[in-house]
């Protein structure tokens, strides 16, 4: 059966410094990707989603990119985070748009 | 890109049936509909997919209208674990994106 990973489970970071949130995908190959961002007490915002290796989309111009450096292996980077990074990150995959996306147990970011 | 519109909240009895609804009037003919549904300080959890055909799994039923431009979600006996946010998302051949909306709160009282 495929399963997600995605750690840590809380960060908390000062303004300013670097990030690195990784997942991976274990039981499919050539998934569909999504990085989400949901800010507390608000909706999922698509950040980036890869249909391959080295194929990135952005949603949303920010202070974050991501790479696939591996089919199964999707990691959300900052260079320096801001205040306004705060949140909960979350990564799903799916087989295609055809299938329903699952997603993993999330990542809450505290900046500080 | 096609959008959904769901009402922010409803209210169910326990172990009644909830029907939540959610309107899509721009969907293409490949869009498939999802619905997700996100318990607090959780990440969302797939419930049900479908294209054109009713659906139905061992959590809900999904029922698409013939033009497709509505569905239902259909919790048949809810539960107090069931209060969450429930999410009817498009996804797109085009992209293979999945971008959610505010999603209906559904509160189940006792």
């Known amino acids: 059966s495929q399963t997600i990973h995605q750690w840590p489970a809380t960060l908390v970071q000062p303004v300013g410094s670097p990030l690195s949130l990784e997942c991976t995908v274990e039981?499919?190959?050539?998934?569909?990707l999504y990085w989400y961002r949901q800010a507390a007490g608000r909706g999922l915002q698509l950040l980036f989603y890869?249909?391959?290796?080295?194929?990135i989309s952005s949603e949303v111009p920010q202070n974050l990119s991501a790479s696939r450096p591996q089919d199964r292996q999707f990691i959300l980077s900052s260079k320096k985070l801001l205040l306004s990074d705060s949140g909960f990150y979350l990564c799903?995959?799916?087989?295609?748009?055809?299938?329903?996306?699952?997603f993993g147990q999330g990542t809450r970011l505290t900046v500080v | 890109d096609a959008k959904t519109t769901q009402p922010n909240s409803m209210e169910s009895n326990e172990e009644e049936p909830v029907h939540l609804p959610c309107n899509h009037s721009t969907i293409s003919g490949t869009d498939y509909i999802h619905w997700y549904r996100q318990l607090p300080s959780q990440g969302p959890e797939y419930v049900i997919h479908?294209?054109?055909s009713n659906v139905n799994n061992r959590m809900a039923s999904l029922a698409i209208a013939e033009d497709r431009k509505s569905s239902t979600l259909i919790l048949h006996r809810a539960t107090l674990r069931d209060a969450a946010v429930y999410y009817c998302?498009?996804?797109?051949?085009?992209?293979?994106?999945?971008?959610f909306g505010g999603g209906t709160r559904l509160m189940v009282k006792p």
């Open positions: 799903a995959w799916s087989s295609s748009y055809r299938a329903g996306a699952f």
């Open positions: 998302i498009l996804s797109y051949n085009a992209g293979n994106m999945l971008t």
């Open positions: 479908g294209l054109t």
């Open positions: 890869s249909v391959g290796i080295g194929q």
């Open positions: 039981g499919t190959s050539n998934p569909n």
